[in-house]
């Protein structure tokens, strides 16, 4: 007798993906812990007067907005309908691929950091439900998309990336931002 037992049901390529990007945005969670909205589009600063060192780094409203635009993409690249998941203009200005942080000390820049976590939140959530169950066939199929096919040659590769990698790459930069200003772990 064999302790060993074929699952009942095959799992998808994308569900496997699907359960560490869940655990991910709970650490997105988690570390929104405690964070003062006023300071959240802040750099952090060492030092007074001209001893002063400002450190130029990302902070959670720029990464959770920057977060926040990928989830459209994600639909896109498979050809879902990303509608209910879309960044208005004012994202798609403040939050793409390449766009420097800044400083909003008169905290006029951004939106506020509830409403960009609140959207992070819910369109990757939204985002996840759909590509659940995604058929290994569209996960497994060649990227076409010239730019990014070097780097990511199958699909199943560049959602792995936009569903883990690159959230984890920036909850990193909130984690030591969070330091920067005092803040405990968030685990």
């Known amino acids: 007798m064999s302790i060993v037992t074929e699952p009942k049901t095959s799992i998808k390529n994308v569900d496997t993906i ?3 990007a869940r655990k991910t945005f709970g650490y997105a969670e988690k570390l929104l812990a405690g964070i003062d909205p ?3 589009a802040r750099f952090p600063r060492f030092g007074s007067g001209a001893n002063q060192t400002v450190i130029n780094t990302n902070h ?4 959770y907005g920057h ?4 989830p ?3 639909l896109e690249i498979v050809g879902m309908d990303a509608s209910a998941v879309k960044p ?3 994202y798609a ?3 793409p691929a390449g766009v420097e942080c800044v400083d909003d000390m008169a905290g006029n820049v951004y939106p506020s950091l509830h409403e960009v976590a609140e959207n992070c939140m819910k369109w990757n959530t939204l985002a996840m439900d759909k590509l659940a169950g995604l058929s290994d066939e569209a996960f497994n199929a060649e990227n076409t998309n010239e730019r990014s096919r070097e780097s990511f040659p199958r699909i199943g590769i560049l959602l792995t990336f936009l569903l883990n990698n690159h959230p984890m790459m920036h909850l990193g930069q909130v984690s030591a931002w969070r330091r920067c200003f005092g803040m405990p ?3």
Not at 67 to 70: G, I
């Open 18 to 20: 699907l359960v560490t």
């Open 72 to 74: 459209a993409r994600m």
């Open 93 to 95: 200005k403040l939050f």
């Open 60 to 63: 959670p409203v720029f990464v």
């Open 185 to 187: 772990a968030a685990m």
């Open 38 to 40: 006023v300071a959240a």
């Open 67 to 70: 977060l926040a635009v990928y």
């Open 88 to 90: 208005n203009e004012t």
